[in-house]
């Protein structure tokens, strides 16, 4: 009975709400008349057809490698550093917290502000114009915000660690090397396996801080999987079948890869 009013919310905004995009997938409609032709895999074919699709999928794949890496080293030594005991440290624990409040499409166009400033002063072209420059904003822009969140987590797994297994190392004659490879990282596994999720799954997703920093500007080169899949949709009439199509790919190659990177970071916390 507990259960009910949560059940039927959560299939009332999620179960229902994909069985019925999974099967616009199969028709040809312009997302605003009760008209459906059903038009069987078409859509699918046109989402394997689309270059531009797989371009998006290939920058989507990049960025998500480099910023998983980035924001989960930083947010690890971050951590360390603050549970060491040094002056400050809950000061500068909620300092590299807040950015993680502050909303995407907010993140984007500070950014854009920001960046674009800095690049002009150099004389080099503006950030909306290179893609490059636009790849590397949203690493920094992307890095910026979840690094303080991750953060966090380890710091909660660090402080989990028992006291003793480090007082038992110490007096073993373990340095601090030592003690962070045989003993630390071990310990936060299971930590590490909920930021990589997290990273990696927010990486694949990234959309708002996209379209407010680039909006895939120059020529579509910056754009990431999920504002490809947002300009189908929108941008392109009588390609909503292929935008949902696109979507249903994109939901099992982010569902896939999650769940793979979660069996091998949970084996290891089996090992240890």
Do not use: H
């Not at 002056?87 to 500068?92: C, P, W």
């Not at 950015?99 to 400033?117: H, K």
Request: charged share 10%.
């Amino acid at each position: 009975m507990f259960a009910g009013i949560s059940t039927v919310l959560f299939a009332a905004v999620v179960i229902i709400p994909f069985i019925y995009g999974l099967y616009l997938t199969f028709t040809s409609w312009d997302g605003i008349s009760k008209d459906k032709q059903f038009v069987g895999f078409a859509n699918y074919i046109a989402t394997f057809k689309d270059i531009a699709y797989w371009q998006a999928l290939g920058r989507t794949v990049i960025y998500s490698v480099i910023s998983v890496v980035l924001v989960n080293v930083v947010a690890f030594f971050l951590a360390y550093l603050l549970t060491s005991g040094i002056k400050g440290q809950n000061f500068f624990r909620a300092g590299f917290f807040i950015p993680n409040l502050i909303g995407g499409i907010v993140l984007g166009y500070i950014w854009q502000t920001l960046l674009n400033g800095l690049l002009s002063k150099w004389g080099q072209p503006l950030l909306a114009l290179s893609a490059k420059n636009g790849f590397i904003g949203m690493l920094i822009l992307l890095c910026w915000q979840q690094i303080g969140y991750m953060m966090i987590i380890y710091i909660a797994g660090i402080q989990n660690i028992p006291g003793e297994l480090i007082e038992a190392a110490q007096i073993d004659g373990a340095n601090k090397g030592q003690l962070l490879k045989n003993v630390i990282i071990p310990m936060v596994m299971p930590s590490i396996t909920i930021c990589t999720f997290l990273t990696l799954t927010n990486s694949f997703k990234l959309f708002d801080q996209n379209l407010a920093l680039t909006n895939g500007e120059p020529s579509n080169m910056s754009e990431m999987l999920a504002l490809n899949i947002y300009n189908t949709f929108y941008g392109r009439t009588g390609w909503e079948g292929v935008g949902q199509a696109k979507a249903v790919i994109f939901f099992i190659l982010v569902g896939a890869i999650a769940m793979i990177q979660n069996r091998l970071t949970r084996s290891k916390e089996v090992q240890q």
